[in-house]
């Protein structure tokens, strides 16, 4: 069964600092790859996917993303953090041909002023 | 309305009560889901709807009860509840194909069973 795994359920990073929010998958064959943001009291919003093109994702709001194959790995970065971006990131998975996504525990990114 | 749509966005009920959240989705999507989601634990697939069909109960105790009349409304029935029930039930829906599947998340409906 397909299976997402998030390293670090918090991650403080200081205001202008690199984000780097972890991302690994268990599949033989590479699924579509899917990045979430939820700010409180809100759903899930899309920021990026990977569906099989470009390795290197970019996203809404300054985010990216880089699938590597060899290490089953779809971490997400941002150059630099702003305090609007403190709020709770979920990587999810998704076989193709699957209308089901799997989602790991999430990652709540804390932004230091 | 854009977008998917939740109500009520917040329900307080005793165990004895029966309620239901209402969802829609206005983005022509063929496919709906419910979501749970609890402190400290995964997003929780609870069904699927795909035409209109329950094609997923992710093993649901029957004390929830979905109902899908239309492609774009999605009800998730609640009667005799527990406490750990108690968490934030999402919906989203999607334009199901054969390749890959993004879903659209509403807003949630955090429930608080007493």
């Known amino acids: 069964a397909q299976s997402v795994t998030q390293l670090g359920s918090h991650v403080s990073v200081s205001e202008g600092a690199l984000v780097l929010l972890r991302c690994n998958y268990s599949s033989s064959v590479p699924p579509y790859l899917f990045w979430y943001v939820q700010y409180p009291n809100q759903g899930l919003q899309l920021l990026l996917k990977?569906?099989?093109?470009?390795?290197l994702v970019k996203g809404i709001n300054g985010f990216e993303a880089e699938f590597k194959k060899s290490e089953t790995s779809f971490h997400l970065t941002k150059p630099s953090a702003h305090m609007r971006d403190a709020a709770e990131y979920f990587c999810?998975?998704?076989?193709?041909?699957?209308?089901?996504?799997?989602f790991g525990t999430g990652t709540r990114l804390t932004i230091i002023p | 309305e854009t977008g998917v749509t939740q109500t009520p966005r917040h329900l307080v009920m005793g165990m004895t009560n029966k309620k239901s959240l209402k969802c829609e989705q206005h983005l022509g999507h063929n496919a709906m889901y419910w979501y749970k989601q609890s402190a400290k634990k995964p997003l929780e697939l609870m069904f699927v709807y795909n035409f209109k069909e329950q094609t997923e109960n992710n093993s649901v105790p029957s004390r929830f009860s979905p109902e899908c009349p239309n492609s774009s409304h999605l009800f998730l029935h609640l009667h005799t509840l527990q406490p750990e029930d108690s968490a934030l039930y999402l919906c989203?829906?999607?334009?199901?194909?054969?390749?890959?599947?993004?879903?659209?998340f509403g807003p949630g409906t955090r429930l608080t069973v007493l």
């Open positions: 999810a998975a998704t076989p193709e041909g699957n209308e089901k996504l799997t």
């Open positions: 990977y569906t099989s093109a470009a390795t």
């Open positions: 989203a829906s999607s334009q199901w194909t054969s390749g890959y599947n993004e879903q659209f």
